[in-house]
């Protein structure tokens, strides 16, 4: 009969621990948007290895603190490569020319027509409302005299009255500024 004590621990002397915290949760995400697919049919390129896959592997490292790109390589052969791309990943193929390469080809490409993909894949996948939209991926301080003539603030919260999200102070912050009201605000 066997010690189950000595089988355990023999099990664990084997086995190979990874701490994997919320990267697989990311790569799922990705998988589901269908990422590495949509990268790899906008983007066509014969490397070692693909496209899709060294942005998610990207993807993946900058959600998980940011290495810089010499770095991802150690991040990605900390990973359990078959767990987040769904095939074994050989971590040098994460080298930072590699994945300068890769950030060239996006550039190419055209970065906001890839971000545009990406976002529209994922209003479809997950259901997302578009009939009203901000399309601005940075900040704006919004001022405005009057609600109805601040367009942007309107595109997000098209009543105050209908948005419980939108406090007084928020309404004060908008309005408090009157006199700095951009004309492109004006609409």
Excluded at 12 to 38: E, K, N
Excluded at 42 to 57: F, Y
Excluded at 170 to 176: A, D, P, Q, R
Aim: aromatic residues 6%.
């Amino acid at each position: 009969m066997s010690n189950p004590t000595s089988s355990t621990q023999q099990f664990v002397d084997d086995s190979t621990m990874l701490r994997v915290g919320h990267i697989p949760a990311i790569a799922r995400m990705c998988h589901r948007l269908g990422l590495i697919d949509l990268i790899n049919r906008s983007i066509p390129c014969n490397t070692d290895l693909d496209l899709g896959t060294l942005v998610t592997g990207m993807v993946c490292d900058t959600l998980s603190g940011r290495s810089p790109l010499y770095k991802v390589e150690e991040f990605i052969a900390e990973q359990d490569t078959e767990l987040l791309f769904g095939i074994p990943v050989d971590p040098h193929n994460f080298n930072d020319d590699a994945l300068g390469n890769a950030l060239d080809r996006i550039h190419n490409k055209g970065t906001l027509k890839l971000f545009t993909e990406v976002a529209l894949r994922a209003a479809h996948v997950f259901g997302l409302d578009t009939t009203q939209c901000s399309f601005d991926t940075t900040s704006a301080l919004i001022s405005s005299n009057s609600w109805s003539r601040c367009f942007v603030w309107k595109a997000i919260f098209p009543s105050p009255e209908k948005c419980k999200t939108v406090t007084p102070a928020m309404k004060h912050s908008i309005t408090k500024n009157s006199n700095a009201s951009p004309s492109y605000l004006n609409h």
